[in-house]
């Protein structure tokens, strides 16, 4: 039977008590509100994010037992707090904020549900706030980039997706396709950040993946942003929209398959 609809907050409190929650998934958009340097809106993440969360929800079978939870737009962004117009909540407020939705959507009788988080902030935050919920409500709480593993690979040079982790080629890109109007490219250079130096002279020392450090963003680049992105263009960023789209689909289609009884508190010490 076809769904009203796929947000969860089009339903009535009839409806939540009707339906059996427990055949649902819930996806909890999780972004932020931070500067993307002089040529993006601090709006990039929480845009980019509601860009590919609409579009899924577009290409979603009507009958898919799927519910999108309201946006949590202000992340943990402590990285820009030397620019103006950057928002931000502390881990401890973030994590309590994450866990209660969590909790209340275990509450309604769902216990699946998606972080889609398109803030780079923030993962760690969320692999303990999954990992919480399943501990204290059984639930079965996965952690995941909006985007859900979608390719890049043949959009952007390797170099790109490496150095361009933020307001580069690739975001640049997808605010063009989504909203134009509010990039303004007269600012937009290739920003060559710190990690494309330390790169050259170590062997084992980077700002980001196996190995970093805490660095606040301007130690990067005091523009705040890390790519080219003067050479961004809006086609490659709606592929990527389509693309994170349709893979967060299945990703959500795989979450619905999952048993729950693979969940358990039995080991082999104890029954």
Known sequence: MPLKSHW?????????????????????????????????????????????????VEI???????????????????????????LTLSYETLARLWFEIGESVARAGCRKIIF??????????????????RIKCGMFAVSSWVSAGASQADLYSEHEL?????????????????????????????????????????QVLTAEGRIGFGWQTQDLHPSGACGNAAAADAERGRIHV???????????????????????QKTMFKD
């Open 8 to 56: 969860w907050w089009d339903h009535t409190t009839k409806d939540f008590t009707d339906m059996d929650m427990s055949e649902f998934v819930a996806i909890l958009p999780v972004a932020a509100v931070e500067q993307h340097g002089p040529h993006l809106p601090v709006r990039v993440d929480s845009a980019i994010n509601a860009g590919i969360i609409s579009r899924a």
């Open 60 to 86: 979603m079978p009507d009958d898919m037992k799927v519910l999108v939870l309201p946006m949590q737009a202000v992340g943990k962004s402590v990285e820009h707090l030397e620019y103006p117009g950057t």
């Open 116 to 133: 889609a988080n398109s803030h780079g902030g923030q993962p760690q935050v969320m692999e303990i706030v999954c990992r919480e919920l």
């Open 162 to 202: 490496k150095h361009g982790i933020h307001g580069g080629e690739s975001e640049t890109s997808t605010m063009l396709h989504l909203h134009p109007d509010l990039v303004d490219m007269q600012y937009a250079e290739d920003f060559q950040p710190m990690s494309v130096e330390m790169e050259r002279g170590n």
């Open 242 to 264: 389509e693309r994170s789209a349709q893979s967060l689909v299945a990703l959500a289609e795989e979450v619905l398959a999952f048993p729950m009884e693979r969940l358990t």
